[in-house]
Nanobody
Framework: VKLVESGGALVQAGDSLRLSCAAT????????MGWFRQAPGKEREFVAA????????RLQDSVKGRYTMSRDTTKDTVYLQMNDLKPEDTAVYYC????????????????WGQGTQVTVSS
């Protein structure tokens, strides 16, 4: 499975962005998908995840009410809709895929994208 993220940009606080993650591979539909992020000087952290069928959506507490995650199996793509962005959301966002379900644990994902930069100015 190969994952390619897109949609990162420089935006102002309060703006919205939608990140996309296009997956290639014969068994994409069987994988749970997720997003992690890493800010400069900080450890990588969980953002969101969903199960292979688009259910069991999990979100980090700090993004609940602002972020949503979805998948379009017809396009082999998952999305992270980010609203009301804050400067503390600035990070490189990584798309991940794994077989163990919608997990917040990075080591449970087998595949990682190259990342896309999101920068939120105040």
């Amino acid at each position: 499975v190969k994952l390619v993220e897109s949609g990162g940009a420089l935006v102002q606080a309060g703006d919205s962005l939608r990140l996309s993650c296009a997956a290639t591979g014969p068994t994409f539909g069987n994988f749970a998908m997720g997003w992690f992020r890493q800010a400069p000087g900080k450890e990588r952290e969980f953002v969101a995840a969903l199960a292979w069928n688009g259910g069991n959506i999990r979100l980090q507490d700090s993004v609940k009410g602002r972020y949503t995650m979805s998948r379009d199996t017809t396009k082999d793509t998952v999305y992270l809709q980010m609203n009301d962005l804050k400067p503390e959301d600035t990070a490189v966002y990584y798309c991940v895929a794994g077989r163990l379900g919608a997990s917040s644990l990075s080591y449970e994902y087998n595949y990682w994208g190259q990342g896309t930069q999101v920068t939120v100015s105040s």
